[in-house]
């Protein structure tokens, strides 16, 4: 059965039967296939409340480590099978756009070759999306995110701040800050900071903050309390454990106005959690003394308790909710959404290593193995040299600008031999380093483009200082062309696809043109 695909590949698609591009493509889905489905069982989200923070982290290295082995072992026997028959070099009948066929399949392998992990995380991203839908997990991380204010951790104001007296700035200690129309305890739920999640970004993280802190002001019981019912809600949902009840918690916390004599609900049991002091940088000796009836302040015992590890010990609050736990799992449901690993940039960044691999490969088909290996030499040797001499002229811009003059006096070279039809020199050698230095010319010119604008325009000079401190004037063109990069790249992809169209072409009436 084989045989006979491999018969009729050759007598109706001979360019598919040379690349045996069928055949490895077929196999390179397979692999995707596997790797797609380890990923999908691997996006499972542990909702327990586990110190295990950093449970993707092997195996995702173990993926990216195995999948680079497999594609370079594939792309070895699949290179020693492409090179057994060279029908360019042979001088098959082939058609005026048979070369950038055959570049566009060597691309397709390289493209399937070189993305395993990314069907891997993709998978795992997908199964952690899957959970809920965008607008319930919103819902859910704003429940969680608010929840934040009214547990152990850390707080917004310091108790120091720098004020500028007498021509120098100097620290002064306090013990209160300003919120709203009035002053706070430095001790104050009013100073507890919010935690946030990736799916939001500042500005709403500040708004949810202000939100939590105004339900404080206005002595809105009812809203603080239905926030711990919907929090209890999401936590007995994935089964999590508590030793206090939504009730509990809000008598726990609740000091209305001053919001000073509360009790501090930690964020896990003791026999889960870790040092708050190492990992939060939270004072917790605001918390962990009280004033009793006398006016002295003792120790909290009825409200913390003490844990020894390795003969150290640890303070940590009796009282607790399940707060870690879902801010973990939460959390990676929430990259999933808003970051996902495989995005435009990951995309991009395999896609410019699968071209310059088809590149590499298409280049040495045309050419040879000793023009191949004549042209990596020299072109290394001048990007050394070239190298040096930026560095003597001490200029960021000498190394992009004779990368640019390179290229284009190659393609002038190939021209004038192209015209001239007597003998090819050493276009066998220039047209590799041409084929190798273009995908790049576009990103180094704009990369040149934006030094100019910013040397003319005086980008570099443009700070000034003032009350707010150091700012930079507006360059409309520059924050532009900053902002639009990753555009620039997609746009280089489509000049690299029309250069290949028009060069394949050339280089065909170039096979024409005797040796010497």
Request: net charge positive; aromatic share 18%.
């Amino acid at each position: 059965m084989f045989a006979n695909i491999q018969k009729k590949l050759l007598l109706t698609h001979p360019l598919l039967w040379n690349s045996k591009i069928a055949l490895f493509s077929l196999l390179t889905l397979i692999f995707h296939l596997i790797f797609f489905l380890l990923g999908y069982s691997k996006g499972e989200i542990d909702f327990t409340d586990s110190n295990n923070f950093y449970d993707y982290g092997v195996d995702n290295t173990i993926i990216v480590f195995v999948s680079v082995l497999i594609s370079i072992l594939m792309f070895i026997i699949w290179l020693v099978y492409y090179s057994r028959n060279n029908a360019f070099k042979s001088f098959y009948p082939k058609g005026k756009f048979s070369l950038y066929k055959e570049w566009l399949l060597i691309l397709s392998f390289c493209i399937l070759n070189s993305t395993y992990a990314a069907s891997f995380f993709y998978a795992q991203d997908l199964k952690a999306r899957n959970y809920f839908s965008e607008k319930e997990l919103s819902k859910r991380l704003e429940i969680i995110s608010l929840s934040s204010l009214f547990v152990e951790g850390p707080y917004r104001e310091s108790n120091f701040i720098t004020e500028y007296k007498e021509g120098k700035y100097v620290q002064i200690e306090r013990d209160s800050f300003h919120y709203g129309s009035r002053n706070y305890s430095l001790k104050s739920l009013m100073n507890k900071q919010l935690q946030g999640f990736t799916y939001f970004n500042d500005a709403k993280d500040s708004l949810m903050e202000l939100k939590g802190k105004r339900w404080l002001i206005e002595n809105k019981k009812n809203s603080i309390q239905l926030l711990f019912k919907e929090f209890f809600k999401i936590s007995k949902e994935h089964n999590l454990s508590s030793n206090i009840t939504p009730e509990k918690w809000f008598e726990l916390i609740y000091d209305y106005p001053e919001f000073t004599k509360y009790i501090n609900v930690g964020k896990t049991s003791k026999e889960t959690s870790q040092n708050y002091n190492y990992y939060e940088g939270v004072n917790v000796n605001y918390s962990d003394e009280v004033v009793d009836e006398s006016g002295a302040t003792v120790l909290d015992t009825l409200s913390k308790t003490i844990k020894v590890v390795d003969g150290q010990e640890y303070i940590y609050s009796k009282y607790y909710v399940p707060f870690n736990a879902l801010t973990k799992s939460y959390g990676k449901i929430s990259r999933a959404y808003e970051n996902p690993v495989v995005n435009l940039e990951f995309i991009m960044s395999l896609f410019y290593l699968a071209i310059g691999l088809s590149l590499c490969v298409f280049s040495f088909k045309i050419t040879s193995g000793r023009n191949w290996l004549i042209a990596f030499v020299t072109l290394g040797l001048f990007g050394i040299i070239s190298g040096i001499i930026s560095v003597v002229i001490s200029h960021s811009m000498t190394f992009p600008i004779i990368y640019i003059l390179l290229f284009l006096g190659l393609l002038f070279y190939f021209a004038i031999i192209l015209k001239a039809k007597e003998s090819k020199g050493i276009t066998g050698i220039t047209i590799n380093q041409t084929l190798w230095l273009m995908p790049a010319i576009i990103p180094i010119s704009y990369a040149v483009l934006l030094d100019i604008l910013k040397r003319t325009s005086g980008y570099y000079h443009s700070y000034t200082y003032g009350a707010d401190g150091m700012k930079r004037k507006q360059f409309p063109r520059i924050e532009w062309l900053e902002e639009h990069y990753i555009h620039m790249f997609v746009l280089n992809i489509v000049f690299i696809f029309l250069f290949m169209l028009l060069f394949s072409i050339y280089i065909k009436k170039w096979k024409g043109i005797a040796e010497a």
